[in-house]
């Protein structure tokens, strides 16, 4: 019994102390301003004063001031202020306290003072030194423990900004806690993360800014609301967010939408209307109507024929979806002309529509006609008539007389003009005289200004480049000899000379008196000798060679050494040019025509040609961000030599469609030959002789490069008639 006894006093007292524990409560908050911009916050409380706890946030700018055993006896949360630096406060409780967080534009200081039931906090530049009666200062920031704003204990850890694979940006929340409770809401900015009684360390109270990351994410903020941590996303653009969390770790994603996506996503829902929510119970169909129009801020015009009532639930509902389910369920259609929404019965919006028009069509067969003289600037006259112009059309277009331009073919333009309309096009003018009413001659005149604009020019410069580079090198020998049967000896002479040729010159006894005689037996012996070659092996027209000849009266011995070597480098650069406009067809042509004989079908010759031409065709079109697409053609050719009286031609051509940025150049093609000859000529045996068959060998060694790079570069002429 003595323990029942004293477990129910125990349990008595801990009541009542709970009961004095929240004894205090916040009954009311007055906001006033004072002089020098300042703002005044009186708290009335109820039960007595409590001494707050507070701390200052720099970014975003506020002041926290937390009252502990406090109940909050406040109807509202938010008070809207706009006093000085002060924009806001709001009141929350929970945990047995009550915070009052007041929002800054700037963080400025702060006093408090209690003044009886009342607790007074002057926010403004002059607080710190107001003269006050202060009980209670808090002017020094606190720095809150985790478990003052967190009853769970839980802490976000870090947060990361990373940049994915396809451009998404990902935003990772490290937390202390896996079991964090977390709300996402997107929002007409980006995306708002939510972790409920989580705190947020000071050191991450910031916003970065992550535009250089090039994902849709631009802004990343992160605050306290209360006792939860709330993460801004600002984004941009079209995007679609992903969320998931992995252990301790929660990724909010954010992907670009591709132009795909977006049309998919428009066909999907193609409400982008604000959201609302209605719920009433047999509403009139008009007051619902009059909902939608103060919430979208539209003006309203009604039939008197919309009636009846209506009865829908709507909960976040785009406002032209809900206006679109209130019309289809009444039978009614809508119009909307500039800020006004004009709303009827369907039956009666096409009644009206189909009136309009009938009224219109005789208004224009009643309308006055006139003549106007258009005048066409850069376009044919003809040529832009004929866009105008389909079959079964009331118009009629005729050509002027011979001075005019033209015969008198008539021509029907029914889209364009009236009935009663005609239009004659004057090609000596260039001109269409225009016969209708002010209102189709005023659209055909604004249909000609759109159209009859100067047309874009372009340069097309091609370079073609050819570059040869030939080596020679070739080395041989050429013996003769010639003997007579004669008993008589003699001397002999032996010569060096440039050639063979040489012994005519320098002269040669002959078997009588070769010394004293050259001139009558030289000649003739060294004939005999050139026609007795023993060995033929030299150089076709060498650049240099030595001859031994040895000369006696009853033989000739003349033997020589010949060698040729020969490089050079040639480059042909052929750059034509041509001009025109966007989509038409130019071409550039030089070269001649090269004649030979070729035979008829009589049987006789007769005279051909055949054409050697550089020739550049080009059909440009420029695209609307300023690039070119060109259709090119290009042909160099060249005579390389005859063959059979017909001349022989290299021809090099080039056909291609390339889109090229204005004044790039790009090389379109090339060609790379090579060609390496390595021979060798030689007596058999002979030629084989270590160092003595050299005299047997005819060597020739050479290489030959081609190499052809055709270039191209499109210029877009400006001219200050062009836009």
């Known amino acids: 019994m003595f323990i029942r006894n004293l477990t129910i006093l125990l349990m008595s007292t801990l009541t009542m102390m709970s009961v004095n524990a929240l004894a205090a409560g916040l009954k009311d908050i007055k906001f006033s301003e004072l002089p020098g911009e300042r703002a005044e916050l009186r708290l009335l409380f109820e039960g007595g004063v409590v001494e707050p706890q507070g701390y200052t946030i720099d970014q975003p700018a506020r002041i926290v001031l937390d009252f502990a055993g406090v109940e909050n006896l406040l109807a509202e949360k938010k008070y809207a202020m706009s006093v000085g630096e002060v924009s806001s406060a709001v009141v929350v409780a929970g945990g047995g306290r009550t915070r009052l967080i007041v929002n800054l534009n700037n963080l400025v200081p702060f006093t408090s003072r209690i003044d009886g039931q009342h607790l007074v906090v002057e926010i403004g530049s002059e607080s710190a030194s107001a003269p006050a009666v202060v009980t209670s200062s808090i002017t020094d920031s606190v720095a809150p423990s985790r478990e003052d ?90 995007f679609d967010y992903l969320a998931y969390q992995a252990d301790n770790e929660y990724v909010i994603s954010i992907k670009p939408l591709s132009q795909q996506e977006i049309e998919d996503k428009k066909r999907a829902f193609a409400y982008v209307g604000d959201v609302l929510s209605l719920n ?69 919006i096409a009644e009206r529509e189909k009136q309009e028009i009938e009224t219109k069509k005789q208004l224009e067969e009643l309308a006055p006609l006139r003549t106007e003289y258009i005048r066409i600037r850069y376009a044919n006259a003809r040529e832009l008539f004929s866009l105008f112009m389909s079959e079964g059309g009331g118009g009629q277009s005729g050509a002027g007389d011979s001075g005019g331009g033209g015969g008198n073919a008539r021509n029907s333009t029914g889209s364009m003009l009236s009935d009663r309309g005609q239009a004659i096009v004057d090609e000596r003018t260039n001109s269409i005289i225009l016969t209708d009413t002010e209102e189709k001659i005023s659209k055909f005149k604004l249909l000609v200004d759109r ?29 003769s000899g010639d ?185 379109l093609g090339g060609i790379y030959q090579t060609e390496t000859v390595k021979g060798e000529e030689k007596v058999p045996l002979l030629g084989d002789v270590p160092f003595l068959g050299v005299f ?26 062009l836009d």
Not at 710 to 717: D, K, L
Request: aromatic share 6%; hydrophobic share 40%.
């Open 451 to 479: 159209i009859d604009i100067p047309v874009k020019q372009v340069m097309i410069e091609a370079r073609l480049v050819i570059a040869n580079s030939d080596f020679r090198k070739e080395l041989g020998f050429r013996m």
């Open 280 to 348: 009433f119970q047999d509403i009139q169909v008009r007051s619902v109507l009059q909902l939608i129009a103060d919430f979208t801020e539209l003006n309203l015009v009604a039939s008197d024929t919309v009636t009846g009532s209506i009865t829908l639930r709507l909960e976040n509902v785009p406002w032209d979806q809900a206006l679109d389910l209130v019309l289809k369920t009444k039978g009614l259609d809508k119009r909307q002309i500039g800020n006004v929404l004009m709303v009827a019965p369907a039956a009666e």
């Open 696 to 721: 047997f060998r005819h060597n020739i060694s050479s290489e030959e490069k081609r190499e052809l790079l055709i270039f191209v570069t499109p210029r877009i002429m400006n001219s200050d008639f």
């Open 483 to 667: 003997a007579v049967d004669t008993s008589e000896s003699g001397s002999h002479k032996h010569e060096f000379t440039g050639s063979l040729e040489g012994l005519g010159t320098s002269g040669g006894g002959g078997p009588e008196d070769m010394f004293t005689n050259p001139v009558n037996n030289a000649t003739d012996r060294l004939r005999d000798l050139e026609a007795s070659n023993l060995v033929d092996l030299g150089v076709f027209n060498p650049t240099g060679s030595i001859t031994w000849n040895v000369i006696s009266s009853n033989f000739l011995l003349g033997m020589e050494l010949s060698a040729l070597q020969d490089s050079g480098f040639a480059e042909i650069v052929s750059q034509p040019k041509v001009i025109t406009g966007d989509k038409q067809p130019a071409s550039i042509q030089s070269g001649t025509e090269v004649p030979y004989q070729a035979e008829s079908a009589s049987g006789g010759t007769t005279t051909s040609f055949k054409e050697v031409l550089l020739r550049l065709e080009v059909t440009p079109q420029i695209t609307p961000d300023n690039r070119v697409i060109m259709d090119l053609i290009i042909d160099q050719d060249s005579v390389t030599g005859v063959s059979a009286g017909v001349p022989i031609i290299d021809v090099t051509h080039l056909e291609t469609s390339v889109l090229v940025s204005d004044g790039d150049t790009v090389v």
């Open 149 to 238: 704003y967190a009853s769970s204990n839980s802490v976000i850890n870090n947060i990361d900004f990373r940049r994915g694979d396809i451009g998404e940006g990902k935003v990772i929340v490290s937390l202390s806690n896996p079991n964090i409770a977390i709300d996402v809401e997107e929002s007409s900015s980006g995306v708002s993360v939510s972790f409920m009684d989580t705190a947020l360390p000071d050191q991450m109270r910031r916003k970065l800014d992550v535009v250089d990351f090039a994902t849709p994410v631009k802004m990343l903020g992160s605050s306290m609301q209360g006792s939860n941590t709330v993460i801004e996303i600002d984004a941009s653009g079209d």
